[in-house]
């Protein structure tokens, strides 16, 4: 593709107005200019269009859902909607730096025709504390990292820049997830497509308060779903599958019952025998979900 094709940005948003300024003008102000930017308000009810208004740039849209649908939705009426060769993804409270996108498309540019991804490194911002995502060892496997993605998500939505004929390919976002759409979605690239990566913190990812609650159960459900989905490829790697099956059990007995955990913590040691963080945890899970809750951050985590 040519050096200065049109890179579509999508930036999804729902009552973030008091951020969401930030995270478009840090779009705007990229040094590659050639890109059109999409914001796709899912049904806010705060001041979210006049942010946008403000905003005065001929490469800037916006696009209004009529009902709040979730923010996988909200991304695929941007891909639908999306002119460019290139698609990439900016949250409506996170910012990027200036070159993000001209380092991404440098790396097209120059890389085998097989590479349908560019991701970059970002910097997690808890509060004062910055983490810098992803793990050395993801970094030195940067281009074939499918098996990596099936054991965990290192690929947050915000660093990515694909080409548009892998979603052609792939497919959109699953709208059946309640989270880690960004995951199931580059799991389904990395079985496709090889990645290319900027080590560098182009993306700044700011932590949002959300209920553990809520978050837990979305986060076992979201983890079911993934686990069905790709249960092919996962049973190709037994020790990856033992870990999902028992980062799951684990969920469950925190946010369901221990007697619904057991059932996968059970599956884990079955599948990798003397998988001690797995039996631990079984092991756990029969004292009670109040102990379970209590004991599991501070023991468990420190043999996972």
């Keep these: 593709m040519a050096n200065n094709s049109l890179i579509s940005v999508i930036i999804p948003t729902y009552n973030r107005a008091a951020l969401l300024g930030r995270a478009i003008r840090s779009v705007l102000k990229q040094s590659y200019r050639n890109i059109e930017v999409i914001v796709v308000d899912d049904a806010s009810t705060d001041y979210s269009k006049a942010v946008v208004k403000r905003l005065s740039d001929k490469r800037l849209s916006y696009i209004r859902h009529e009902r709040n649908m979730g923010g996988a939705e909200a991304r695929n009426t941007g891909i639908k909607a999306a002119k460019g060769q290139y698609i990439a993804f900016q949250d409506s409270d996170d910012e990027w730096m200036p070159d993000k996108l001209e380092k991404q498309i440098q790396v097209f540019n120059s890389a085998d025709a097989d590479i349908g991804v560019v991701y970059c490194g970002f910097l997690y911002v808890r509060g004062n504390d910055r983490k810098y995502i992803p793990a050395r060892a993801v970094i030195k496997r940067k281009e074939n990292v499918y098996e990596q993605l099936l054991n965990e998500n290192f690929v947050s939505t915000q660093t990515l820049l694909v080409k548009r004929e892998v979603f052609d390919r792939v497919g959109i976002f699953d709208e059946n997830l309640p989270r880690y759409h960004d995951w199931e979605l580059v799991i389904r690239m990395a ?111 420190k043999v996972a």
Excluded: M
């Design 191 to 301: 079985e496709e497509y090889a990645f290319g990566f900027v080590d560098e913190p182009l993306v700044l990812v700011y932590s949002t308060p959300v209920s553990i609650t809520a978050n837990g159960i979305t986060r076992v459900k979201a983890r079911e779903i993934i686990l069905e989905k790709h249960y092919a490829s996962l049973s190709k790697y037994p020790s990856i599958l033992a870990r999902q099956f028992r980062d799951l059990g684990n969920f469950k007995c925190v946010y369901e019952s221990c007697s619904s955990g057991r059932v996968f913590l059970l599956k884990a040691i079955q599948t990798k025998p003397n998988y001690l963080s797995a039996l631990l945890a079984y092991l756990l899970s029969f004292a009670g979900k109040w102990l379970y809750r209590k004991i599991y951050f501070n023991l468990y985590k």
